[in-house]
């Protein structure tokens, strides 16, 4: 944690939003763990339940758990991440939460 702390001090005048980005982030990939495990769980124990009506063996369940966890965990670390990145550009000076100043070429 000192080396956060030290990050955050070293970086503060040059860029005012680091702090509460890194924060940002640090939930961010909390949430998409925790999301994965949800959605891994969620998802093996729906295929146990319904494993009668399901067209393939209990051999694939890790796997198809596996996958849709994945594509679960990715999307809500992506869009998470997309809100820090918004948050941080609107505490920098140069930018508006809306867009970029007009100065700042694209």
Not at 21 to 44: K, P
Not at 49 to 63: D, Q, T
Not at 79 to 89: E, F, N, S
Request: hydrophobic share 40%; charged share 20%; glycine share 6%.
């Amino acid at each position: 944690m000192d080396n956060i702390n030290a990050l955050k001090e070293q970086y503060k005048d040059v860029h005012p939003g680091f702090g509460s980005y890194m924060e940002c982030m640090s939930r961010t990939l909390l949430t998409g763990l925790a999301s994965f495990t949800l959605a891994f769980a969620g998802t093996y124990i729906g295929q146990n339940l319904l494993k009668k009506n399901l067209p393939y063996k209990e051999k694939s369940f890790v796997i198809i758990s596996s996958l849709v966890a994945t594509a679960v965990s990715y999307r809500v670390t992506s869009v998470r991440t997309k809100a820090c990145q918004a948050g941080w550009l609107a505490a920098e000076e140069k930018h508006t939460y809306f867009s970029e100043s007009p100065n700042s070429k694209i």
